[in-house]
Nanobody, 123 residues
Framework: VQLQASGGGLVQAGGSLRLSCAASGRTFSNYAVGWFRQAPGKEREFVGAISWGGGCTHYADSVKGRFTISRDNALNTVYLQMNSLNPEDTAVYYC?????????????????WGQGTQVTVSS
């Protein structure tokens, strides 16, 4: 499966953005999807994940209550709605997918990755 992340940009603190992860090449509804982010000089970290059917989601404590993951399998797209953004959310955001992630919370759990989209939050 090929993944394309989009929707990043520059936003002021307190603002919102919605990222999209569009998939092609395989039956996307068979894939669980994770969102990760990587800030300059830091390791890539888990943000959230959604099950193949969308009925189960997980979030990192740092984004819980502010970020929401959803998916539309008819459109082969997973979304990351980000609200109440703060400068600490500045990073390149990546989506990843796998039919059976070895771990939903770890970078090594997914075989397929998108190219990343930059999110910059100004104070």
């Amino acid at each position: 499966v090929q993944l394309q992340a989009s929707g990043g940009g520059l936003v002021q603190a307190g603002g919102s953005l919605r990222l999209s992860c569009a998939a092609s090449g395989r039956t996307f509804s068979n894939y669980a999807v994770g969102w990760f982010r990587q800030a300059p000089g830091k390791e890539r970290e888990f943000v959230g994940a959604i099950s193949w059917g969308g009925g189960c989601t997980h979030y990192a404590d740092s984004v819980k209550g502010r970020f929401t993951i959803s998916r539309d399998n008819a459109l082969n797209t997973v979304y990351l709605q980000m609200n109440s953004l703060n400068p600490e959310d500045t990073a390149v955001y990546y989506c990843a997918a796998d039919t059976q992630p070895r771990s939903a919370f770890q970078v090594t759990g997914y075989d397929y990755w998108g190219q990343g989209t930059q999110v910059t939050v100004s104070s």
